[in-house]
């Protein structure tokens, strides 16, 4: 069974770590990378052609809704999840409508 890239972007490395114990207990997903700052975090998922991204909508140097901007404009496949603590509807709504496939409210749990 192949498994699912997918990249963590996250504005604490102590949250980008949990997220990643996650998902590496998961058979299906194999993490390709973390990052803490949102341009850096564009530019992993666009080297390693991730299948997700998880990110946080409060990045450095980019947040969050700037990564769901980049990604979409380059045309990739990636599906973007949006994992935050701010549980607003015009916040959902405006991350659904820039091109995420999910939004996620912290916390959440693994299972």
Do not use: W
Not at 49 to 55: K, S
Not at 67 to 78: E, M, P, S, W
């Amino acid at each position: 069974m192949s498994k699912h890239g997918i990249v963590i972007l996250q504005d604490k490395e102590q949250k980008c770590e949990e997220i990643k114990r996650a998902f590496d207990s998961a058979e299906e997903f194999e993490v390709l990378g973390t990052a803490c700052d949102g341009e850096e975090g564009v530019a992993l998922v666009l080297k390693t052609g991730a299948e997700y991204c998880v990110t946080d909508l409060i990045l450095s140097n980019l947040d969050g809704l700037g990564v769901l901007d980049r990604l979409v404009k380059a045309g990739i496949d990636t599906k973007i999840v949006v994992y935050s603590a701010l549980n607003r509807d015009e916040v959902i709504e405006t991350c659904i409508a820039k091109g995420a496939a999910f939004y996620i409210t912290k916390p959440c749990s693994p299972e």
